[in-house]
């Protein structure tokens, strides 16, 4: 069985926990973070020598960017766009807007992403931050938690969910 990352993340959880308890319990005193990262140091270098853990591994695609900076028209055919540790401006405010509602996925994790819409579409945006910045027309922002943010049309057309990581996402309105 390979060792992912989410099996070595699990085991250091349960190894902190167990640390955790062994302190309060019996007043035994295990340096818990200093352990973890001597560990996560030690899963990177095995991963860099056994060559699972290079920058090969990391792509972007067409809707993705990592590391780098882009410009993003419309909304792509799998309705959602990545930025990893980059940042991109998405313009979507020349959208034609049909009878049929349109979904669009934004994800955010250390980087920015900006999002421009038009005055005149019919939208609903619902952002989730965490340690980040989310700030919507309106006034609109939080760090850490979820704001919501609707034009005032009864009958939304566009529906755009942003998950934002350690960034920042900012939409903009023009006419």
């Not at 035994?28 to 990177?44: C, E, G, H, M, R």
């Not at 034009?151 to 755009?160: P, Q």
């Amino acid at each position: 069985m390979k060792m992912g990352i989410g099996i070595f993340f699990g085991i250091l959880l349960i190894l902190a926990g167990a640390a955790i308890i062994l302190r309060i319990l019996f007043n035994i005193d295990i340096p818990v973070f200093k352990l973890l990262i001597a560990f996560i140091l030690i899963y990177i270098g095995i991963r860099m020598l056994t060559g699972d853990f290079s920058m090969k591994n990391i792509r972007a695609g067409q809707n993705a960017v990592m590391f780098g900076e882009t410009n993003f028209k419309g909304i792509p055919g799998d309705h959602e766009y990545t930025i990893l540790f980059g940042s991109a401006r998405i313009d979507i405010s020349e959208e034609q807007m049909s009878g049929e509602l349109k979904n669009l996925k934004i994800n955010t994790v250390f980087g920015n992403s900006e999002l421009i819409i038009s005055k005149k579409q019919s939208v609903l945006i619902r952002a989730d931050a965490a340690f980040a910045s989310a700030r919507l027309p309106g006034n609109k922002e939080t760090s850490f938690g979820k704001v919501q943010y609707q034009t005032r049309s009864d009958e939304i057309m566009l529906e755009i969910e942003s998950h934002v990581v350690f960034g920042e996402f900012r939409v903009l309105e023009k006419d």
